[in-house]
């Protein structure tokens, strides 16, 4: 069966999109732990970041590298930091994060809740950058 964030590639579950080539999709986080937080993944289906090849990871680490720096234009921040979980989704994925502090990356802070118009926003924003 499909994994969800093959469906959002399918375009069959909405996303807020931000970017995508012929191996990797990036789009805005539903839950987020801070604004702008993304995630890139490869269109490949795969549930383990560290099952796929060098060649692979390199390729996505250089998309997210892209993704980053239109982040970091578009919404105030220090830094992006880069976060792999995967205990609930099991399609290899990287968080991006715009973050200030290192509490930014607390998982278990209370997250972000945005309207669809700011999702919105957001979006226009870093897709403005890229
Ligand atoms: P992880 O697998 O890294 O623990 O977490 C999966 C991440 O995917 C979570 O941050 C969660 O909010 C996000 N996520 C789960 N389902 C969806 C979805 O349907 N759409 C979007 N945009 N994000 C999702």
Redesign the pocket.
Known sequence: MAT??SR?VKGE?P??KIAEDERFFA?????P?AVG?T?VIPKREDDYIFNLGDEELGAMMVFAKKVAKALEKAVPCKRIGVA??????PHA?I?LIPIRQESDMD?KKEHVHMTEDEFREVQQRIVENL
């Open positions: 969800i964030f959002i579950i996303c807020y789009f805005m986080d539903i839950n732990v937080h995630l792999v979980i995967g205990l609930e989704v994925h968080h998982f």
